[in-house]
């Protein structure tokens, strides 16, 4: 049986957070796991990523309090730069056991636009990966 200790969890300041904290937050309780709450500025100038780094982090401490609250060792993780390229090297550099995000489900024109970090992300993970499909 894997006993994940360390569990790194995306965070991109949506709705999607919450769902996929609905379903770290019990199995990081359960096994005594501490949270790293990660969440990557993708920005295109330094004011710019002053701006979100200082959003995100208010999002990011709302939740780290939340999970500590409920008992959980929870830490805030902010990153810049583009998020498969800073997830991976975060996973890379310390030793995560278990990597949690939550896949946005877009339709066809959004994966077109936009990409897919969750997709890119299962084919050079190194680590197990919990992926949660948005609630609709």
Do not use: W
């Not at 957070?17 to 359960?30: G, Y």
């Amino acid at each position: 049986m894997f006993v994940y200790k360390n569990i790194l969890v995306a965070i991109d300041c949506s709705e999607v957070d919450t769902n996929i904290l609905n379903h770290v937050s019990p199995l990081a309780l359960k096994l005594g796991a501490t949270v790293h709450l990660l969440h990557v500025v993708h920005s295109h100038t330094l004011d710019q990523d002053r701006c979100l780094r200082e959003q995100s982090l208010s999002i990011l401490n709302g939740h780290c309090r939340k999970l500590q609250e409920d008992g959980i060792d929870a830490h805030v993780l902010i990153r810049s730069g583009e998020p498969e390229i800073e997830i991976l090297n975060e996973i890379d550099e310390h030793p995560y056991d278990l990597f949690a995000m939550a896949a946005h489900g877009h339709r066809l024109p959004g994966r077109i636009m936009f990409g897919s970090v969750s997709r890119s992300l299962r084919e050079k993970i190194t680590i197990p990966l919990l992926l949660i499909k948005r609630e609709q």
